[in-house]
Nanobody, 125 residues
Framework: QVQLVESGGGLVQAGGSLRLSCAAS????????MGWFRQAPGKEREFVAGINWSGGRTYYADSVKGRFTISRDNAKNTVYLQMNSLKPEDTAVYSC??????????????????WGQGTQVTVSS
């Protein structure tokens, strides 16, 4: 089982960029599908992006397609979320997530069962 620690959140103006990182400790990071979720005040947590064990397949919520990019470096046990063209509606706590899925190409947003503590992203208008 992996433990997840996010970093890289902060305050940015609309149109700006941030890169979130999620460092995983534990064994077999490359056997886990990874993802990013977010939760804004008063709203339910929503899926943002996911990536399979190899990094060969990625998935995005419609609201972030073309602006956000998820990637992973299995040698560094880290997954990233590059966020460009940020909007005020992107303001939320962003959490890294994982589930054990060795050699599986498809990522299922409902399968994530390991969570980080989250990092705040605030986009000012």
């Amino acid at each position: 089982q992996v433990q997840l620690v996010e970093s890289g959140g902060g305050l940015v103006q609309a149109g700006g960029s941030l890169r979130l990182s999620c460092a995983a400790s534990g064994r077999s990071f490359s056997s886990y599908a990874m993802g990013w979720f977010r939760q804004a005040p008063g709203k339910e947590r929503e899926f943002v992006a996911g990536i399979n064990w190899s990094g060969g397949r990625t998935y995005y919520a419609d609201s972030v397609k073309g602006r956000f990019t998820i990637s992973r470096d299995n040698a560094k046990n880290t997954v990233y979320l590059q966020m460009n063209s940020l909007k005020p509606e992107d303001t939320a706590v962003y959490s890294c997530a994982a589930y054990y899925a060795p050699l599986r190409s498809v990522v299922s947003a409902g399968a994530f069962d390991l969570w980080g503590q989250g990092t705040q992203v605030t986009v000012s208008s």
